[in-house]
């Protein structure tokens, strides 16, 4: 049924009520030697809406806006579009952009959408048209590096497609071309370098054909980069996927992916590496060794209700595509999730949920730990825990009810991860969990 109730908004929306977070304990939980926690955490994002390929008239384009401390101030402008707000401590605030902020085709554009805030925000993007709603985290601009390898969906129908946009100072771009793409009317195949000049708050979109995972971004000054695909379908109807993807000096080398629980087929674990690396990983029960190249991508299928676990000897990127599934009552669609490593687990995540839709989280936390899980500073009850073999994790799911309209997910001590998505008859969203823990600010890049 998608998300009509937000057509209805036409400046932005006000949402959620104040809740505090909690001082995060510099301790952490034994085990955690490094502590990079909180890339969500900023003042300033640069993001894009790519191809939504879904055809008609409903959209609703945006970015939705979590602040921590009171009266932040928060503008969000692209092009001659500019919205000024305020939100407090502990609020949602919804801000949807022009229509024409939808980059269609392979191309450069200038429709790079700017936020910036006076305190420290979390902000997520939100791509809407009829049945094809999808959700990215963002990261801030501190965030943001000059390496990258794409990933996207192997759908065999429809463009595969991915953004690179440059900052403040203009950059240079090459793409080291993994399957086919297009730019500006011209092919690109494998092994090809495109390089394109990025002026300052300008970017370029490139959609391909196939799988473009692989394909490797080098930029001369820092680069912030979306990846995903205009319409991908597995088990259902066609669906706009994309993330955020974080460079490569942010990779982490221990992930645990929970399942989710619903999918009686096959999802699938992107792992990607930037070098010679030797991955150990668990599907289930199941204990394997992969050595991955340079560029190269490991597709794991997920078994049904088996979370997957991964240590790899430098850093890999992790990215979980939800294939779409039939339940009993109506079929969801696909959605991608870009998967935090163990070493930036944050103490408390701010969970907001879509109007129309089923929404979760999913947690994985310690196993000697996870009791103590609050949500809203009550005890989460219901959740059942289950251990992740190979790992000292469980994993575990929580419908999100939809009377606060904003929960705070926290433990007192032992950091821990939160996944977002959401289900709909035949539209799903899902993207990381938006964590506003200051303490742990850390940016390597
Ligand atoms: C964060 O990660 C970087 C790069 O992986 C590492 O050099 C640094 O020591 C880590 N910082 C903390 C506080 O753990
Ligand atoms: C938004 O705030 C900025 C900085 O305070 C100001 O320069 C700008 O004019 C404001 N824009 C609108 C549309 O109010
Ligand atoms: C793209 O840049 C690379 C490295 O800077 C260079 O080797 C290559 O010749 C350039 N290609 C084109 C078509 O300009
Ligand atoms: C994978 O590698 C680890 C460490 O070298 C080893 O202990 C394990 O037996 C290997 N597993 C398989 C299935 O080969």
Redesign the pocket.
Known sequence: MGNQGLLHVTGFLLLGLSQTFPQGSTQGASGFGSRNCTKTLGREFITSFMENWIPGQYSSFQVQITSYSASTSVSVSVGSFEKNVSVDQGEVVQVVLPRTVEIVGSKTFSNTVRIKADKDITAMSLSYKGLSTETAMLFPVPVLGNEYYIVTPSSSAGDPEFSIMAHREPSTVEIHVKGQVTYQGSPYCEGDILNVTLPAFQGVQIQGKGDLSGTRIVSQKTVAVLAGHACTSENTKCHHVFEQLLPVCSWGRTYVIPPVPFQTKHDIVYVSASQPTAV?YWLGRQ???ASLEGGQVLPLEVEPSSPVYITASVGVQVVYYSTGSDMAMYAYDTFLINVPDVASYCLSYSANWQVGFDNYVLLVARSTEAEAVTLDKQPLRNVKWTKVRGSEFSWGVYPLATDLNMHIVSHPSSPFALLSFGTANRDGYGTLGACGESEYKFYCC
């Open positions: 150990q204990q394997s060794n």
